[in-house]
């Protein structure tokens, strides 16, 4: 019997026509081609030059804790702006470089005209504890000497991240004058809620001129010279220790040794095909720059420039996808989730007891409760998701000292399943937000318009979706399989009883024989949403899908209205609400395609898998530094044709760069059986794409095996390369 408080029917219910918290997309990214750095709990989004653009490009800045601390910083020479030659993010993240120089320019004071392409200016920039860390080197070619004035020009808004997503605020705080001192300026502001943030400027050498908005330097270049500036540029209050110069050096390789660190914890893969390398790469490394160090463990923020932040379900997804090959990751995340499970009813925050968190913000509109997301649970999937993944990181560890540390916010977790999660008692967990600044939607798909009936109609809630109840089968069979670890063998057999019924009840109520697949969701009055979408293929990811019904899912994925070449559409062509230029309703998402492709493979559809890896694949190649973004349109693949860009996707994504690691897992079968010390290869399947593989420092407890897949025949042939320690090999034909 369900112990959840009444909802009002007016707040339960959902509106159907005022989108909650979007964002604004009155500019294509794709336009501005926008270069992201990111360090822990600042991030900083600029355009191909180096600079921060106010107005079209309006997510530019340097933004910490949710605070925009830096919203324009433009820099010219002889107060013009200078021509792009290139602007490369390094492979690891570690730095920006953007490489310019002079267009033609009048002679100073009647002397001669500079000619353009004679002055080189190199920018390298990157984020390091709160700080943005720049060099700007200039140099002549010219066979004269030359001398230049170079300007930076720069402004703090202090917007909080909500303002520059579209939000519009009736009051804000209280910008202070400038601050000067003989090597920088301070800017400042007090906010609403009493906090003064602060954004410091430092440059080295000192400028020619420093006002409150600008620093300039007049710079005499000999033939051949090179002169260099360093600036530091502050979110934290703190003064530099050492000036900016000795500032940069020291943070440059402290931030390099972090990042090498984070990739050196993970297996290395390698193989015949560049472009999977190349993709591998870009994997890993935005994996390693979107990773914050909590008091926990390492924890991936799910994305730039919007969502890095803390958010359970995207860490928990990115912690499944990621596990056979960097299981800290998961780790990570379990023990932050759950040092912050909720412990009390907080209808604001839809907090109940045992709710692990969907969100957290540290800005002003957070800490004034303009927005709800200071520290928010309104997510129905992250607490199910948080048991499933304890239960297969203990699997894939055999951590028992993890696990009992987990076991008590585990219990909370299912306290919260049976106690709050099902509302009616049906035995479904349902979702409703519990005050009218929540989010409507609360599973995955959270657009106000993500859920709906056949006709078009949006449902109405409280809503039980088709992929929360695949997760909380997942949920009890994790459970027991950790109770069993931990010797609470009555409660395993409890929970494996609770799994057998809600199977045989989902069974009933979500497969519809007329679709061929799962319904989207139930409404709040039972009613089927009668909805092809891709939730469907997260039921064969928990295991939830009788083993009758996988290949009919698995049909429906893979045919032409939800395969677009690519990937599986999150609603497939032909449905009422199906758009492939909208964010739910018909665009591709790569960790929805790598939850799909693990559920195939899991059902004995290995090929079928390969095909998703084989489309999204192909469609890194054509994005900004083969980066998988967030989501791309849905529109069918045509040859000699890229995928067409969403217009706001967020790039680097956690769960999105994690993908391609999921996809190879799940297209190679490949497993950890920890109590017989083997690395597991279940029927695999090497990518057409593929050749030759190497996967190395595949740990198992403290030992590690080196693996090669080859191509022979119609078949992969797989070899030990290396094993440090009592690991074996084995394989499934």
Same mark, same amino acid.
């Given at each position: 019997?369900?112990?959840?408080?009444?909802?009002?029917?007016?707040?339960?219910?959902?509106?159907?026509?005022?989108?909650?918290?979007?964002?604004?997309?009155?500019?294509?990214?794709?336009?501005?081609?926008?270069?992201?750095?990111?360090?822990?709990?600042?991030?900083?989004?600029?355009?191909?030059?180096?600079?921060?653009?106010?107005?079209?490009?309006?997510?530019?800045?340097?933004?910490?804790?949710?605070?925009?601390?830096?919203?324009?910083?433009?820099?010219?020479?002889?107060?013009?702006?200078?021509?792009?030659?290139?602007?490369?993010?390094?492979?690891?993240?570690?730095?920006?470089?953007?490489?310019?120089?002079?267009?033609?320019?009048?002679?100073?004071?009647?002397?001669?005209?500079?000619?353009?392409?004679?002055?080189?200016?190199?920018?390298?920039?990157?984020?390091?504890?709160?700080?943005?860390?720049?060099?700007?080197?200039?140099?002549?070619?010219?066979?004269?000497?030359?001398?230049?004035?170079?300007?930076?020009?720069?402004?703090?808004?202090?917007?909080?991240?909500?303002?520059?997503?579209?939000?519009?605020?009736?009051?804000?705080?209280?910008?202070?004058?400038?601050?000067?001192?003989?090597?920088?300026?301070?800017?400042?502001?007090?906010?609403?809620?009493?906090?003064?943030?602060?954004?410091?400027?430092?440059?080295?050498?000192?400028?020619?001129?420093?006002?409150?908005?600008?620093?300039?330097?007049?710079?005499?270049?000999?033939?051949?010279?090179?002169?260099?500036?360093?600036?530091?540029?502050?979110?934290?209050?703190?003064?530099?220790?050492?000036?900016?110069?000795?500032?940069? @050096?020291? #943070? !440059?390789?402290?931030?390099?040794? *972090? %990042?090498?660190?984070?990739? /050196?914890? $993970?297996?290395? =893969?390698?193989?015949?095909?560049?472009?999977?390398?190349?993709?591998?790469?870009?994997?890993?490394?935005?994996?390693?720059?979107?990773?914050?160090?909590?008091?926990?463990?390492?924890?991936?923020?799910?994305?730039?420039?919007?969502?890095?932040?803390?958010?359970? @379900?995207? #860490? !928990?997804?990115?912690?499944?996808? *990621? %596990?056979?090959?960097?299981? /800290?990751? $998961?780790?990570? =995340?379990?023990?932050?989730?759950?040092?912050?499970?909720?412990?009390?009813?907080?209808?604001?925050?839809?907090?109940?007891?045992?709710?692990?968190?969907?969100?957290?913000?540290?800005?002003?509109?957070?800490?004034?409760?303009?927005?709800?997301?200071?520290?928010?649970?309104?997510?129905?999937?992250?607490?199910?998701?948080?048991?499933?993944?304890?239960? /297969?990181?203990?699997?894939?560890?055999?951590?028992?000292?993890?696990?009992?540390?987990?076991?008590?916010?585990?219990?909370?977790?299912?306290?919260?399943?049976?106690?709050?999660?099902?509302?009616?008692?049906?035995?479904?967990?349902?979702?409703?937000?519990?005050?009218?600044?929540?989010?409507?939607?609360?599973?995955?798909?959270?657009?106000?318009?993500?859920?709906?009936?056949?006709?078009?109609?949006?449902?109405?809630?409280?809503?039980?979706?088709?992929?929360?109840?695949?997760?909380?089968?997942?949920?009890?069979?994790?459970?027991?399989?950790?109770?069993?670890?931990?010797?609470?063998?009555?409660?395993?057999?409890?929970?494996?009883?609770?799994?057998?019924?809600?199977?045989?009840?989902?069974?009933?109520?979500?497969?519809?024989?007329?679709?061929?697949?799962?319904?989207?969701?139930?409404?709040?009055?039972?009613?089927?949403?009668?909805?092809?979408?891709?939730?469907?293929?997260?039921?064969?990811?928990?295991?939830?899908?009788?083993?009758?019904?996988?290949?009919?899912?698995?049909?429906?994925?893979?045919?032409?209205?939800?395969?677009?070449?690519?990937?599986?559409?999150?609603?497939?062509?032909?449905?009422?609400?199906?758009?492939?230029?909208?964010?739910?309703?018909?665009?591709?998402?790569?960790?929805?395609?790598?939850?799909?492709?693990?559920?195939?493979?899991?059902?004995?559809?290995?090929?079928?898998?390969?095909?998703?890896?084989?489309?999204?694949?192909?469609?890194?190649?054509?994005?900004?530094?083969?980066?998988?973004?967030?989501?791309?349109?849905?529109?069918?693949?045509?040859?000699?044709?890229?995928?067409?860009?969403?217009?706001?996707?967020?790039?680097?994504?956690?769960?999105?760069?994690?993908?391609?690691?999921?996809?190879?897992?799940?297209?190679?079968?490949?497993?950890?059986?920890?109590?017989?010390?083997?690395?597991?290869?279940?029927?695999?399947?090497?990518?057409?794409?593929?050749?030759?593989?190497?996967?190395?420092?595949?740990?198992?407890?403290?030992?590690?095996?080196?693996?090669?897949?080859?191509?022979?025949?119609?078949?992969?042939?797989?070899?030990?390369?290396?094993?440090?320690?009592?690991?074996?090999?084995?394989?499934?034909?």
């Amino acid at each position: 019997m369900s112990m959840t408080p009444s909802v009002d029917a007016a707040v339960a219910e959902q509106d159907a026509h005022e989108p909650d918290y979007v964002i604004a997309a009155s500019a294509s990214q794709i336009e501005t081609t926008p270069r992201t750095l990111k360090h822990d709990d600042t991030f900083a989004v600029f355009d191909a030059h180096g600079d921060a653009v106010p107005g079209l490009a309006s997510n530019h800045g340097l933004f910490h804790r949710d605070t925009r601390h830096l919203s324009h910083f433009f820099l010219t020479i002889e107060g013009v702006r200078p021509l792009l030659l290139s602007s490369t993010v390094r492979e690891d993240n570690a730095t920006l470089t953007c490489d310019l120089t002079n267009p033609d320019l009048p002679g100073r004071d009647g002397g001669e005209a500079l000619l353009h392409d004679l002055i080189h200016i190199r920018r390298s920039r990157f984020l390091y504890r709160s700080a943005c860390h720049e060099c700007v080197s200039l140099h002549n070619f010219d066979v004269v000497p030359r001398r230049v004035e170079i300007a930076f020009t720069f402004d703090a808004d202090f917007a909080d991240l909500f303002e520059v997503r579209g939000a519009k605020r009736s009051r804000r705080g209280v910008r202070h004058m400038p601050l000067l001192a003989h090597d920088g300026v301070r800017l400042a502001y007090t906010g609403l809620d009493g906090k003064v943030r602060r954004t410091g400027l430092h440059f080295q050498p000192v400028p020619s001129e420093l006002e409150g908005s600008q620093a300039r330097y007049r710079l005499d270049l000999a033939p051949g010279a090179t002169q260099v500036i360093y600036m530091e540029i502050r979110c934290d209050g703190a003064e530099p220790h050492g000036g900016a110069k000795l500032t940069f @050096r020291r #943070a !440059l390789h402290a931030s390099r040794a *972090t %990042l090498r660190a984070r990739v /050196a914890r $993970a297996a290395e =893969v390698t193989s015949s095909n560049q472009h999977f390398n190349d993709a591998m790469k870009r994997a890993v490394s935005d994996l390693a720059i979107l990773i914050t160090d909590t008091p926990e463990g390492a924890y991936p923020y799910a994305g730039v420039p919007w969502f890095s932040t803390v958010f359970g @379900r995207d #860490a !928990l997804i990115t912690a499944f996808e *990621t %596990l056979w090959m960097d299981p /800290a990751i $998961a780790r990570g =995340v379990l023990l932050h989730l759950a040092a912050n499970q909720a412990d009390a009813l907080d209808p604001a925050a839809d907090a109940e007891p045992g709710k692990i968190l969907h969100e957290v913000r540290f800005g002003e509109m957070a800490e004034l409760g303009e927005v709800p997301f200071r520290r928010y649970y309104g997510s129905v999937d992250s607490t199910p998701l948080f048991v499933m993944l304890a239960g /297969a990181y203990v699997e894939r560890t055999g951590d028992l000292d993890t696990a009992r540390l987990l076991w008590p916010a585990v219990a909370a977790a299912l306290g919260w399943i049976t106690d709050y999660g099902d509302r009616d008692g049906d035995g479904f967990v349902e979702y409703g937000r519990r005050s009218g600044d929540g989010l409507v939607n609360q599973g995955w798909k959270d657009s106000h318009d993500s859920v709906f009936h056949a006709d078009g109609r949006l449902a109405r809630g409280p809503i039980a979706l088709v992929e929360v109840q695949a997760y909380v089968f997942g949920a009890w069979r994790a459970a027991a399989s950790i109770a069993r670890r931990l010797g609470h063998v009555p409660d395993a057999a409890v929970f494996e009883r609770n799994a057998e019924r809600l199977r045989d009840a989902f069974d009933a109520a979500f497969f519809d024989s007329g679709l061929g697949t799962y319904v989207l969701a139930l409404d709040g009055e039972k009613r089927p949403c009668r909805v092809k979408s891709s939730n469907a293929g997260h039921a064969l990811f928990a295991g939830i899908a009788l083993p009758g019904r996988a290949a009919a899912v698995a049909a429906q994925l893979m045919d032409g209205a939800s395969f677009s070449g690519w990937g599986v559409r999150t609603i497939a062509a032909g449905e009422a609400r199906y758009n492939p230029m909208s964010y739910h309703n018909g665009s591709v998402w790569p960790h929805d395609n790598a939850v799909i492709a693990m559920g195939l493979a899991g059902s004995g559809f290995r090929r079928e898998a390969a095909r998703i890896f084989e489309g999204l694949l192909r469609a890194s190649i054509s994005f900004d530094l083969r980066r998988l973004p967030e989501l791309f349109c849905g529109f069918a693949r045509q040859r000699s044709q890229g995928p067409v860009s969403y217009p706001v996707a967020c790039a680097p994504q956690a769960w999105a760069a994690a993908a391609p690691l999921a996809l190879l897992q799940a297209t190679l079968g490949l497993g950890f059986d920890i109590d017989a010390r083997r690395v597991t290869f279940a029927r695999p399947e090497l990518p057409e794409f593929l050749d030759e593989l190497v996967l190395r420092r595949l740990t198992l407890g403290g030992e590690m095996m080196d693996v090669r897949i080859q191509r022979a025949g119609g078949s992969p042939a797989l070899s030990v390369l290396d094993r440090r320690g009592d690991i074996a090999l084995w394989v499934e034909a």
